[in-house]
T-cell receptor, first 113, second 114 residues
Framework: GDSVTQMEGPVTLSEEAFLTINCTYT??????LFWYVQYPGEGLQLLLK?????DKGSNKGFEATYRKETTSFHLEKGSVQVSDSAVYFC????????????FGSGTQLTVLP | DSGVTQTPKHLITATGQRVTLRCSPR?????VYWYQQSLDQGLQFLIQ???????AKGNILERFSAQQFPDLHSELNLSSLELGDSALYFC?????????????FGSGTQLSVL
């Protein structure tokens, strides 16, 4: 079945450092790929998405590129802020449908001032 | 508040008991989804309703049931609770059935079974 593997956390960075959170997936066909973010005490929010190979999703300075050849969707940000501290989830959906979302285990990011 | 509202935020109960979690979807959304987030299983899809009808089932136990009412709010009923049911239960909503991109989550109900 479909699965998503994320790098294990927690990840601790200093403000303005470069961030990479690795995500690889296993799925048949061409799934849609998502990154969700969960701030403390809140529900998950969609951060960015990509629906086909070589698409780049971007939002709030975060980027991720859909790489079919490596089945990856790594999340990057050039300069993190304290306010980026949260848990980040990589997810896939075979058809883009919400009911078929498969989530990774989440990566806790802490940014220190 | 036009977002997804879940009540209660925290629930502490004992094994063998039954609880009901409530969810009010974002205004205008017809689909409601329930997810369970636990340390060992991660975030798992439980069940989906669309405009009052069940549309999809995921890894939902037989001891669990849900429904969506005419006013579109939803309730998740958990019975014969076990220690392993302790988790964070999220409700999410979207305008239609397949809107993975427009999914909005509530802040969750933390269930502790003692």
């Amino acid at each position: 079945g479909d699965s998503v593997t994320q790098m294990e956390g927690p990840v601790t960075l200093s403000e303005e450092a470069f961030l990479t959170i690795n995500c690889t997936y296993t799925a048949t066909g061409y799934p849609s790929l998502f990154w969700y973010v969960q701030y403390p005490g809140e529900g998950l929010q969609l951060l960015l998405k990509a629906t086909k190979a070589d698409d780049k999703g971007s939002n709030k300075g975060f980027e991720a590129t859909y790489r079919k050849e490596t089945t990856s969707f790594h999340l990057e940000k050039g300069s993190v802020q304290v306010s980026d501290s949260a848990v980040y989830f990589c997810a896939l959906s075979p058809s883009g449908s919400a009911r078929q979302l498969t989530f990774g285990s989440g990566t806790q990011l802490t940014v220190l001032p | 508040d036009s977002g997804v509202t879940q009540t209660p935020k925290h629930l502490i109960t004992a094994t063998g008991q039954r609880v009901t979690l409530r969810c009010s979807p974002r205004s205008g959304d017809l689909s409601v989804y329930w997810y369970q987030q636990s340390l060992d299983q991660g975030l798992q899809f439980l069940i989906q309703y669309y405009n009052g009808e069940e549309r999809a089932k995921g890894n939902i136990l037989e001891r669990f049931s849900a429904q969506q009412f005419p006013d579109l709010h939803s309730e998740l009923n958990l019975s014969s609770l076990e220690l392993g049911d302790s988790a964070l239960y999220f409700c999410a909503s979207s305008p239609r059935q397949g809107d993975g991109e427009k999914l909005l989550f509530g802040s969750g109900t933390q269930l502790s079974v003692l």
